[in-house]
């Protein structure tokens, strides 16, 4: 049974108010605390001494989820856990999965969640990854958070990453190899506070004809946090690539950009296009032309750039 | 009524003091539609943001239905009943046009509800509702979407900043109609900032302001004559033939 800080933990997250449809595993304070399995995706706990699990998605599965959220509600825990997910071809899922740490004591709470995931041929996988932290305990939040992905040939991988609130440090690492034909599109949303530090490295490579990705970083930091954002896609044949920062700097905060493209072959099209700035004054001064306050209109403008 | 009482706005340039709004007295009766006419440079903007407050007036005073508004922000002035609408239209990130239209309205309003504004400036709604408040869109269609954000608001006294800069002359001839119908539905003041001859056509009352001062006032029918045989006049019938004004 989970408790209710824990129950909310996953509602932050996953966006799940119960036990959801389809495959789930739920992992709390480093132990399983709920699975269930389906006709076409298996939940192993990983045999060979390392923390994890292995979720196996039959060929073919379509309009299927697996929600694979963790929760930290003891202070002092460390992990690091290894899932690695082998979708099989011509398959269309969601997976959710997040971490959510409620630290009310003194000691740093930390999961490195290491996502390893083998896409087959000709499918579609929509990949949401939620990090949250709350509780008032000088124990510090922390998640790092690696992700490989290996596409085969014309399969579609959408990741949105998310990191809005209460999370201390984060270190992410985002790896991806993409076979002919296949399309990876990230969208990172990422707001850091007080003295919170995320740094977020992305290596693209596109070694298939055709290949193209999209990685989109959107974020917000204040008072005296800090960003990295580091960008790198490699085009290794005729492929296209796009990457944008896009950051809104408040307060005392430091955000650092860093793009690179990497050009191995005449057809491949890189772009990068970053931007760092504050918000608007005439952002500013339209919302409260329409009877917004300064605050007010402030939290608009970053709710809908963080959207 | 609002009411500017001995108004100055001074700006420094390369250290020289010049008064864009110099000694103003104006007074904007309820209920009209005003339109403020006048040269470029002459301050017309520059008042416009002066009432919204936008720009800080450097001494005077300015009265709104009586009340002294002088050192209220920009929220209490919109909150009091002003509203303004962008000569250059603001791009956001995330922000969708039905989210401008429901911060307006300070209403979660449903769609149909936020299409009939769209509706009102010459939008097909529903094409628009979920699009992005950015340069995704042209300029003519953010100048609507401004607009309707005004007329979502629905306050005693409406400000349009130059309704007619930067839109092709094609969306020039739907904004005159969508002018022409708030001329016949809107209640409340509307003050419009233009050098159209069509829009100028439309006003009860002309203003023309020269050096920021005001240098004309009154009814359409004797202020109207007197401006088409000056040189703006002839300067506004000409950018009407071609918005870049040259032929």
């Known amino acids: 049974?989970?408790?209710?800080?824990?129950?909310?933990?996953?509602?932050?997250?996953?966006?799940?108010?119960?036990?959801?449809?389809?495959?789930?595993?739920?992992?709390?304070?480093?132990?399983?605390?709920?699975?269930?399995?389906?006709?076409?995706?298996?939940?192993?706990?990983?045999?060979d001494g390392k923390s994890g699990i292995d979720i196996r998605i039959k060929d073919g599965t379509k309009n299927e989820s697996v929600h694979i959220p963790v929760v930290l509600s003891e202070s002092g825990i460390k992990e690091t856990v290894y899932n690695d997910f082998y979708v099989g071809d011509n398959c269309d899922v969601v997976i959710v999965a997040g971490c959510g740490i409620h630290n009310c004591g003194n000691q740093d709470s930390q999961h490195d969640g290491v996502h390893r995931f083998y896409v087959g041929k000709n499918s579609k996988v929509r990949y949401v990854e939620?990090?949250?932290?709350?509780?008032?305990?000088?124990?510090?939040?922390?998640?790092?958070?690696?992700?490989?992905?290996?596409?085969?040939?014309?399969?579609?991988?959408?990741?949105?990453?998310?990191?809005?609130?209460?999370?201390?440090?984060?270190?992410?690492?985002?790896?991806?190899?993409?076979a002919e034909g296949a399309t990876m599109i990230v969208h990172e949303r990422l707001m850091t506070h007080g003295d919170q530090v995320a740094t977020s490295v992305y290596e693209v490579k596109l070694q298939g004809k055709g290949s193209s990705t999209d990685v989109i970083s959107r974020s917000v930091a204040r008072d005296n946090s800090e960003q990295v954002f580091e960008a790198a896609i490699v085009g290794e044949t005729a492929c296209s690539g796009h990457a944008e920062c896009d950051a809104i700097i408040m307060d005392k905060a430091h955000v650092v950009a860093i793009p690179k493209l990497d050009a191995k072959d005449v057809d491949a099209a890189l772009i990068h296009e970053a931007a760092i700035g504050k918000i608007a004054g005439d952002q500013l001064i339209k919302l409260m032309s329409l009877g917004l306050t300064e605050a007010e209109a402030e939290a608009q403008i970053i709710g809908g750039f963080l959207r | 009524?609002?009411?500017?009482?001995?108004?100055?706005?001074?700006?420094?340039?390369?250290?020289?003091?010049?008064?864009?709004?110099?000694?103003?007295?104006?007074?904007?009766?309820?209920?009209?539609?005003?339109?403020?006419?006048?040269?470029?440079?002459?301050?017309?903007?520059?008042?416009?943001?002066?009432?919204?407050?936008?720009?800080?007036?450097?001494?005077?005073?300015?009265?709104?239905?009586?009340?002294?508004?002088?050192?209220?922000?920009?929220?209490?002035?919109?909150?009091?009943?002003?509203?303004?609408?962008?000569?250059?239209?603001?791009?956001?990130?995330?922000?969708?046009?039905?989210?401008?239209?429901?911060?307006?309205?300070?209403?979660?309003?449903?769609?149909?509800?936020?299409?009939?504004?769209?509706?009102?400036?010459?939008?097909?709604?529903k094409e628009y509702i979920n699009r992005e408040v950015n340069n995704s869109l042209s300029g003519g269609e953010l100048k609507r979407i401004e607009i309707a954000t005004v007329l979502a608001r629905g306050t005693k006294f409406s400000i349009f900043d130059e309704p007619e800069a930067g839109i092709d002359i094609w969306s020039f001839q739907n904004l005159i109609q969508v002018f022409e119908n708030i001329r016949k539905t809107v209640q409340g003041t509307v003050l419009i900032i233009s050098h159209q001859e069509r829009i100028l056509n439309i006003a009860d009352e002309i203003v023309v302001i020269e050096n920021g001062k005001v240098a004309k006032q009154g009814a359409k029918a004797d202020i109207l004559p007197e401006l088409l045989g000056t040189a703006s006049a002839v300067n506004a019938a000409c950018s009407k033939l071609d918005p870049k004004g040259g032929f």
Request: hydrophobic share 35%; aromatic share 6%.
């Open chain 2, 1 to 125: 009524m609002l009411e500017l009482q001995n108004v100055t706005y001074t700006v420094t340039e390369n250290n020289i003091e010049k008064n864009i709004i110099d000694h103003m007295d104006l007074v904007i009766p309820d209920g009209k539609f005003v339109v403020i006419t006048g040269p470029n440079g002459g301050g017309k903007s520059t008042l416009a943001k002066t009432i919204m407050g936008i720009n800080h007036i450097s001494s005077g005073r300015l009265l709104f239905d009586g009340e002294d508004i002088t050192a209220k922000n920009i929220t209490e002035r919109a909150k009091l009943g002003i509203s303004f609408a962008f000569q250059q239209p603001v791009h956001f990130k995330g922000i969708k046009v039905i989210d401008l239209l429901r911060l307006a309205t300070g209403k979660n309003i449903s769609k149909d509800s936020a299409c009939e504004y769209l509706s009102k400036v010459g939008l097909c709604a």
């Open chain 1, 1 to 47: 049974m989970l408790d209710n800080i824990q129950m909310h933990m996953l509602t932050e997250v996953a966006d799940l108010h119960g036990v959801p449809e389809g495959a789930y595993n739920f992992r709390v304070n480093g132990e399983k605390a709920g699975r269930n399995t389906t006709a076409n995706i298996d939940i192993a706990t990983k045999t």
């Open chain 1, 130 to 178: 939620k990090h949250y932290g709350e509780g008032d305990g000088k124990g510090k939040r922390i998640l790092n958070p690696v992700t490989e992905v290996y596409q085969q040939a014309d399969s579609y991988v959408d990741m949105e990453m998310v990191q809005i609130k209460g999370v201390d440090s984060t270190h992410r690492i985002t790896k991806a190899e993409l």
